[in-house]
T-cell receptor, first 117, second 116 residues
Framework: DTGVSQNPRHKITKRGQNVTFRCDPISEHNRLYWYRQTLGQGPEFLTYFQNEAQLEKSRLLSDRFSAERPKGSFSTLEIQRTEQGDSAMYLC???????????????FGPGTRLLVL | GENVEQHPSTLSVQEGDSAVIKCTYSDSASNYFPWYKQELGKGPQLIIDIRSNVGEKKDQRIAVTLNKTAKHFSLHITETQPEDSAVYFCAASKGAGGTSYGKLTFGQGTILTVHP
């Protein structure tokens, strides 16, 4: 399978604990996005990487959230001191950067479902 | 920022009927409009997309139309089948060269149920 993969698929944690999720994009894709999806809603943008550079962070991404993409390959999203409001599906998407003037196809992974008790 | 509104929130059809889902967007600079299908417990799967330099695109039973002047686009599914049952999301984005960085703004989703 050469699609976007995410691990773990499910995570249950207690409030106050730290969690880390991993995303492996499609191998040749240089752009990587994180989104968050709560029940009954569409995904909401969290952050964007072009290669290893994190170029944008949403206001949804509080100081407890940090994301990295070392060497421009896989990416990790860490949530520190989790709160019940962090419970959601965390989705990763990747795209092959081309002409900057057009929006481009993003391919999504299966997501990591987080439940904070 | 961009705002995408999607209607209806739920749609129930009989197998073989057509289904239409509509979206409006607010940012006239948006130029790429994908549609995603999401099944329970899975990530969104791209089913069709359209750029703003095209008014219509078709792929077998699925078609998308775009009206740039009115800033709305629609998904049309013909000859629906039970396996088409899922949540469908529309989205809009601009190019990655500007401050939007190519991020997608999604509609709220439409739960489509196709009854056998």
């Amino acid at each position: 399978d050469t699609g976007v993969s995410q691990n773990p698929r499910h995570k249950i944690t207690k409030r106050g604990q730290n969690v880390t999720f991993r995303c492996d994009p499609i191998s040749e894709h240089n752009r990587l996005y994180w989104y968050r999806q709560t029940l009954g809603q569409g995904p909401e943008f969290l952050t964007y990487f072009q290669n290893e550079a994190q170029l944008e962070k949403s206001r949804l991404l509080s100081d407890r959230f940090s994301a990295e993409r070392p060497k421009g390959s896989f990416s990790t999203l860490e949530i520190q001191r989790t709160e019940q409001g962090d419970s959601a599906m965390y989705l990763c998407a990747s795209s092959l950067g081309g002409a900057h003037e057009w929006g481009e196809t993003q391919y999504f992974g299966p997501g990591t479902r987080l439940l904070v008790l | 920022g961009e705002n995408v509104e999607q209607h209806p929130s739920t749609l129930s059809v009989q197998e073989g009927d057509s289904a239409v889902i509509k979206c409006t967007y607010s940012d006239s600079a948006s130029n790429y409009f994908p549609w995603y299908k999401q099944e329970l417990g899975k990530g969104p799967q791209l089913i069709i997309d359209i750029r703003s330099n095209v008014g219509e695109k078709k792929d077998q039973r699925i078609a998308v139309t775009l009206n740039k002047t009115a800033k709305h686009f629609s998904l049309h599914i013909t000859e629906t089948q039970p396996e088409d049952s899922a949540v469908y999301f529309c989205a809009a984005s601009k190019g990655a060269g500007g401050t939007s960085y190519g991020k997608l703004t999604f509609g709220q989703g439409t739960i489509l149920t196709v009854h056998p």
